[in-house]
Each structure stands twice: as structure tokens, then as C-alpha cells.
């Protein structure tokens, strides 16, 4: 599912990422932890195409992210790779249905058909009720539900999460903690998260240690 082969990454003279080789499985929860600096956040957003390694090799489902021009690559995003936030990132002026439909728009799916997923999101969330309330209508735990939702309207190949509990209170975070998990049983839906949070960790299938770029065990 993802392969990472012999990353680095350095910004100037700090190098953030030192030689760096991941495996996941489809299906998998993994989580990477670490201390702040660590590189936990660098190594997801060059997995998840939003910046390019120094050297080494990212493959997603097959393909090879990292020989990809900007333009196949941002259409490569969009399609096979969903993100969640530590703050959901949902535009104010659109209604939560609206949110969660955006990637869908941007991928070149009907109007119909993206309505009808994001639906069907809504309704596995038990947000159905909540479609046309905007975000500062919605609660902290609502928003990220539907950050959630908007991650999987195009049906990805992974969920790519930054401390997506992180602002949340302990009933909203548990309940997020048990929707990744939902979501891999009914859907086989592999997540990558970097979290600081030690009871998600504990939860999930792997847990990758990262400490100063580079992966201490697992």
C-alpha cells in the first residue's frame, strides 16, 4: 500500500529527515509518534505529495509519487489520498454537505453522484441532520466528524491524519479514536496518524517511534 525507500529531507542546513523506510498494509492503523521535532509531520505531508523528499522514493498503491509532475501529482492527491487536520479546516461558508462534496468537485464528479456519497457519509457519521448547519453551527466533535467525511467522499487509498484529536475534549476524542477504527473494519480504510495522543496510540495496529528523522523501532 505504502512504501517509503530512503528518504531525506532537509530544510537549509537542518535535516528533518535522515534515510528514512516505512511499509503499510492496506487496512492498517498506524500511528507515529515522537517528540516535537522529531519530523513526525514532515515525513506524513511528504507521503501524502504536499512536499517532495531531497532523495528516496514514496509509492502509494503502486505509483511512484515521488517522478510525478505538480499537476498529475495534485490530481493524484486529490483522488487517492484523504487528510485530516488537528483544526477540521472546513470553509465557513459552506454547509457541512458542501465541505465534504469539495474534493469530489475537484476530482470531476457529477453533482449527483458526489451529493449522494457525501450522503451516505453524513448518514454513517449520524450527522445526516447536520447537512445544512455550517461549521459554526457545529460542535468541535461534529466538525471533525466531518473533516472525516470530507477525507473519504472520493473513496482513497489512505487517510493521512496530523493530530486530528488534538482539539478535542475526552468524550469527542474517544468517539473520533473509535470512527478510525469503525471505518478500517467496514471499509478496509488504511489511516496513518501522527498523534501525540498515547491512549490512541496504544490503540492503533503499529506504533512508528520517530525521534531526531529517523525511526527508532516499532
Same mark, same amino acid.
Given at each position: 500500500?505504502?512504501?517509503?525507500?530512503?528518504?531525506? #529531507?532537509?530544510?537549509?542546513?537542518?535535516?528533518?529527515?535522515?534515510?528514512?523506510?516505512?511499509?503499510?498494509?492496506?487496512?492498517?492503523?498506524?500511528?507515529?509518534?515522537?517528540?516535537?521535532?522529531?519530523?513526525?509531520?514532515?515525513?506524513?505531508?511528504?507521503?501524502?505529495?504536499?512536499?517532495? *523528499?531531497? &532523495?528516496? &522514493?514514496?509509492?502509494?498503491?503502486?505509483?511512484? @509519487?515521488?517522478?510525478?509532475? @505538480?499537476?498529475?501529482?495534485?490530481?493524484?492527491?486529490? =483522488?487517492?489520498?484523504?487528510?485530516?487536520?488537528?483544526?477540521?479546516?472546513?470553509?465557513?461558508?459552506?454547509?457541512?454537505? $458542501?465541505?465534504?462534496?469539495? *474534493?469530489?468537485?475537484?476530482?470531476?464528479?457529477?453533482?449527483? $453522484?458526489?451529493?449522494? =456519497?457525501?450522503?451516505?457519509?453524513?448518514?454513517?457519521?449520524?450527522?445526516?441532520?447536520?447537512?445544512?448547519? #455550517?461549521?459554526?453551527?457545529?460542535?468541535?466533535?461534529? #466538525?471533525?466528524?466531518?473533516?472525516?467525511?470530507?477525507?473519504?467522499?472520493?473513496?482513497?487509498?489512505?487517510?493521512?491524519?496530523?493530530?486530528?484529536?488534538?482539539?478535542?475534549?475526552?468524550?469527542? #476524542?474517544?468517539?473520533?479514536?473509535?470512527?478510525?477504527?469503525?471505518?478500517?473494519?467496514?471499509?478496509?480504510?488504511?489511516?496513518?496518524?501522527? @498523534?501525540?495522543?498515547?491512549?490512541?496510540?496504544?490503540?492503533?495496529?503499529? @506504533?512508528?517511534?520517530?525521534?531526531?528523522?529517523?525511526?527508532?523501532?516499532?
Amino acid at each position: 500500500m505504502i512504501e517509503v525507500k530512503d528518504i531525506h #529531507k532537509s530544510f537549509g542546513q537542518l535535516q528533518v529527515l535522515k534515510g528514512i523506510d516505512l511499509h503499510i498494509d492496506k487496512g492498517e492503523v498506524v500511528s507515529i509518534v515522537g517528540p516535537s521535532g522529531a519530523g513526525k509531520t514532515t515525513l506524513l505531508q511528504i507521503i501524502g505529495t504536499l512536499d517532495r *523528499p531531497d &532523495s528516496g &522514493s514514496v509509492c502509494v498503491n503502486g505509483i511512484d @509519487t515521488t517522478n510525478l509532475s @505538480t499537476k498529475k501529482l495534485s490530481d493524484f492527491r486529490n =483522488r487517492h489520498i484523504g487528510f485530516v487536520f488537528q483544526f477540521h479546516q472546513l470553509l465557513p461558508e459552506f454547509t457541512a454537505l $458542501e465541505n465534504i462534496m469539495i *474534493p469530489a468537485f475537484i476530482a470531476g464528479i457529477g453533482y449527483k $453522484e458526489a451529493k449522494e =456519497r457525501a450522503m451516505e457519509l453524513l448518514e454513517y457519521m449520524a450527522l445526516k441532520d447536520r447537512a445544512t448547519h #455550517k461549521p459554526n453551527e457545529l460542535s468541535g466533535g461534529e #466538525k471533525q466528524r466531518i473533516a472525516v467525511a470530507r477525507s473519504l467522499v472520493n473513496n482513497p487509498a489512505v487517510v493521512l491524519a496530523d493530530e486530528p484529536s488534538g482539539s478535542l475534549d475526552t468524550k469527542n #476524542k474517544e468517539e473520533l479514536h473509535q470512527l478510525f477504527f469503525d471505518l478500517r473494519d467496514k471499509f478496509g480504510q488504511t489511516f496513518v496518524i501522527v @498523534t501525540h495522543d498515547e491512549q490512541l496510540a496504544r490503540l492503533t495496529d503499529r @506504533t512508528i517511534k520517530m525521534r531526531d528523522g529517523i525511526l527508532e523501532n516499532e
